[in-house]
């Protein structure tokens, strides 16, 4: 283990006894999506945050940011590449989310805190990880209809969901952040979904791959 990478996982493991997955919003008036793009050398990246409003599917604001990954890719660390960019967007916004979904994992992951959680507890703001595969953990397959799920363990602990956001599509991999349970994450993941993806993430992954494009 590299001393970079020794101190990354000092870091996760005090973050970690700072996640809190229980309970979730009540309302939510604003969902925040994020997500990053990377030049094809991983060299440099965009990423944006979409503030989207659940109650007429309005785009609310947008927030871009560019810049050099400081972090190398390394599986499990995904936010010391990521979250650098990802703060700095949020850092811009004019209002304030009641909710963020990232695409990432959250408490599905390894050590317990991943680019939701990890990012969840900074913001400190309730945060759902929306992952289009599996990091870790057994499930079973959910049922083929929009709204059915599954049970995501981990070492005999339930840490996620596997949910079919439409019918007969792949499903996604959910898993609470941070100030958020199981089941509402399930919920509000679903309250967002027009596509297989929610709403809010899909409108950030066409941005930064647009900005990846004209550059």
Not at 167 to 175: A, E, F, R, T
Not at 198 to 207: K, V
Request: glycine share 12%; hydrophobic share 40%; net charge positive.
């Amino acid at each position: 283990m590299t001393p970079r990478i020794a101190r990354a996982q000092a870091l996760q493991a005090r973050l970690r006894r700072r996640v809190r997955t229980r309970g979730g919003p009540r309302h939510v008036r604003l969902v925040a999506g994020a997500d990053l793009a990377y030049r094809g050398d991983g060299s440099r990246a965009w990423a944006a945050v979409v503030l989207w409003a659940p109650s007429d599917g309005a785009i609310v604001e947008t927030v871009t940011v560019s810049g050099r990954p400081s972090f190398p890719y390394v599986p499990g660390y995904l936010s010391f590449r990521e979250g650098p960019l990802l703060l700095r967007a949020f850092g811009r916004l004019r209002h304030r989310p009641d909710l963020v979904l990232f695409d990432g994992q959250g408490i599905a992951h390894p050590r317990g805190i991943g680019l939701a959680s990890h990012l969840g507890v900074l913001l400190d703001l309730p945060s759902v990880g929306c992952a289009k595969s599996r990091l870790v953990g057994e499930h079973g397959e959910p049922g083929p209809r929009r709204g059915d799920w599954t049970p995501l363990a981990l070492a005999g602990c339930q840490v996620g969901a596997v949910v079919r956001t439409r019918d007969g599509v792949k499903p996604l991999w959910v898993s609470p952040g941070h100030r958020i349970g199981i089941r509402q994450a399930v919920r509000w993941t679903l309250a967002c979904c027009r596509t297989r993806v929610p709403e809010p993430i899909r409108l950030a992954e066409q941005m930064v791959n647009r900005l990846k494009a004209g550059r």
